[in-house]
């Protein structure tokens, strides 16, 4: 069984999909004001984990991500720069792409833009209107939250201090601000505007997000997902104009990933400890390293952050990378044992156990390690067989489809040019031209190409990968 903690009734429940083998997923997504830092793919990762073992499980996973495009930050940072909303968002909506595919994260089904999806939420908001639970002011349409009695049971917020009326703009406050929130914001000179029969203007953050889940998932769907920094007032606020709008439940389980802190501090560009991936990736990172380190710890935990942690991932990933080299490139004797097949299956339980106990993430890497460490002792011993090494592999490889940190076949490839210096590299050293071949090993590895020359030949790795021949 299943089993996740939900933050609406904060219990582990037993999950059961709203339709058998079916799931529908919504995780909320960047606002494209400016470069994402590893915090925030701290959360997409913990989504991609749950969408993975969903999938390893048997699920069919319907997933959809926003794009918000529209909002305070990204108006603001249009206007500053002189640019269009479009023009603006568009170039960290690329950016976010390249960092989710440099993470090896799986893509969502659709990645709906809010500007893309401005009637749908025009008739969410008239529909509040409609039945009450909205009202206009000053040209902006705001949701009553005393209109709307469960409002605080995900959050658990203490609603006592509640004056009726009070209204907040921003679309992000603080917990102290527990005031009606916006609908719909009247235009301000300069801003991007619609008008859709409301009165030009553009949403409030929150409403972005129940249209568009609705627009793709329908009115109730299975699992919602963000950082705890989402529960209020964003998805305090979606789960009240959904459910007042439609009548039905809007989400039944909602799950939360906890912060990413650095050195023991909240995330800061005035500290200097605020990091996005491209920082990371200009000191020679491997992204797969970070996908490794961001996902060892269980996601409701808090995460520290610190390059010796960053190295310990990647010895970690290292051997793994080492186990999956043995296998496909020792000469192992034919034939097969059952002791290999019989630790597979184990390993494969020991996996979908932990991770069906709300994501456990220690046990589910510990089935991994144990199983690579148990068979890298039958290779030392000699006791592998090509079909155990086969059987192994596939393992290994049905492991990682959940972790994802193993590198992809595609791009372990090298350029032409490099493949042909290693070519040329071994040709001179047959012909027993050394000052050549070093020539060519320190060009090489100038270009971050390390060899490493065995009986069986050479093998070339580039700098902080395993080896390839």
């Known amino acids: 069984m299943i089993r996740f903690f939900n933050t609406l009734s904060g219990l582990v429940e037993d999950f059961q999909p709203l339709t058998p083998g079916q799931v529908k997923l919504y995780t909320c997504g960047p606002t494209v004001y400016d470069y994402a830092h590893i915090g925030n793919y701290r959360a997409y990762l913990f989504e991609d984990l749950l969408k993975r073992f969903?999938?390893?499980?048997?699920?069919?996973?319907?997933?959809?991500?926003?794009?918000t495009d529209v909002d305070d930050k990204t108006i603001r940072g249009a206007k500053a720069r002189g640019?269009?909303?479009?023009?603006?968002?568009?170039?960290?909506?690329?950016?976010?792409?390249?960092?989710?595919?440099?993470?090896?994260?799986?893509?969502?089904?659709?990645?709906?833009?809010?500007?893309?999806?401005?009637?749908?939420?025009?008739?969410?908001?008239?529909?509040?209107?409609?039945?009450?639970?909205?009202?206009?002011?000053?040209?902006?349409?705001?949701?009553?939250?005393a209109k709307f009695p469960s409002y605080g049971r995900l959050s658990k917020i203490d609603l006592s201090n509640l004056s009726p009326g009070q209204r907040v703009e921003a679309d992000e406050y603080e917990k102290e601000n527990v005031h009606d929130f916006a609908l719909w914001k009247k235009t301000k000179e300069g801003d991007p505007f619609w008008d859709v029969g409301l009165g030009p203007g553009r949403p409030g953050w929150h409403v972005e997000?129940?249209?568009?889940?609705?627009?793709?998932?329908?009115?109730?769907?299975?699992?919602?997902?963000?950082?705890?920094?989402?529960?209020?007032?964003?998805?305090?606020?979606?789960?009240?104009?959904?459910?007042?709008?439609?009548?039905?439940?809007?989400?039944r389980y909602w799950l939360h990933c906890h912060h990413l802190i650095v050195d023991g501090q909240k995330m800061s560009k005035s500290k200097g400890n605020f990091f996005t991936l491209k920082d990371l990736l200009a000191k020679?990172?491997?992204?797969?390293?970070?996908?490794?380190?961001l996902?060892?710890?269980?996601?409701?935990?808090?995460?520290?952050?610190?390059?010796?942690?960053?190295?310990?991932?990647?010895?970690?990933?290292?051997?793994?990378?080492?186990?999956?080299?043995?296998?496909?490139?020792?000469?192992?004797?034919?034939?097969?044992?059952?002791?290999?097949?019989?630790?597979?299956e184990k390993s494969r339980a020991k996996l979908l156990q932990g991770l069906s106990d709300d994501l456990n993430i220690s046990t589910a890497l510990t089935a991994v390690f144990e199983f690579v460490r148990k068979v890298n002792a039958r290779i030392a011993g000699d006791k592998l067989r090509k079909n155990d090494a086969l059987r192994a592999r596939a393992m290994l490889v049905e492991m990682d489809s959940v972790l994802g940190v193993l590198p992809r076949p595609a791009e372990e490839a090298l350029p032409a040019h490099l493949l042909q210096k290693i070519k040329d590299r071994e040709n001179a050293r047959r012909e027993k031209n050394y000052g050549l071949a070093d020539k060519l090993r320190s060009e090489l590895l100038e270009a971050g190409i390390v060899l490493e020359d065995s009986k069986e030949g050479v093998r070339w790795k580039v700098q902080g990968h395993g080896p390839k021949t």
């Open 83 to 145: 640019e269009s909303l479009r023009d603006y968002t568009d170039i960290y909506t690329r950016s976010f792409f390249e960092d989710i595919r440099a993470l090896n994260i799986l893509p969502a089904d659709h990645y709906p833009r809010a500007t893309d999806h401005i009637p749908e939420m025009a008739r969410l908001v008239r529909g509040l209107l409609d039945k009450g639970f909205a009202y206009e002011m000053d040209g902006s349409i705001y949701f009553s939250i």
């Open 284 to 293: 020679g990172l491997d992204p797969l390293d970070l996908r490794f380190l």
């Open 209 to 251: 997000c129940s249209a568009m889940s609705a627009a793709y998932l329908g009115e109730t769907f299975d699992i919602h997902c963000g950082g705890v920094d989402n529960i209020f007032p964003h998805h305090e606020n979606e789960i009240a104009q959904s459910e007042a709008f439609s009548g039905k439940t809007f989400v």
């Open 54 to 67: 969903l999938q390893l499980a048997g699920f069919r996973v319907t997933h959809i991500m926003n794009i």
């Open 295 to 344: 996902l060892a710890t269980h996601y409701r935990k808090t995460l520290n952050f610190t390059f010796e942690a960053l190295e310990q991932a990647r010895a970690a990933r290292q051997r793994l990378r080492d186990f999956l080299y043995e296998l496909d490139h020792r000469a192992f004797p034919e034939g097969e044992t059952e002791e290999v097949g019989a630790l597979a």
